[in-house]
């Protein structure tokens, strides 16, 4: 069984373009942290897509990992 932690990065604001989500995903990252003050530079709208990505992201994983699962057992 893989290991149940989970890592976390904390992002600054000014950073939240910079964010590469796939390959932090595939590094083992699973929670981000963003700064409220992201919210005064780009707007809440903006920020609510990053985490709409995110969340998206996390989905397929979980739908693919899923699957692979059942293809393994079947």
Aim: net charge positive; glycine share 8%; hydrophobic share 45%.
């Amino acid at each position: 069984m893989k290991d149940s932690v989970n890592n976390a990065v904390w992002v600054q604001g000014k950073h939240m373009n910079d964010v590469d989500l796939d390959n932090l995903s595939k590094n083992g990252v699973q929670n981000i942290f963003l700064h409220s003050s992201a919210v005064d530079i780009f707007g809440e709208k903006k920020c609510q897509l990053m985490g709409k990505k995110k969340l998206m992201q996390m989905i397929l994983k979980f739908i693919f990992g899923f699957s692979a699962f059942i293809m393994e057992l079947g």
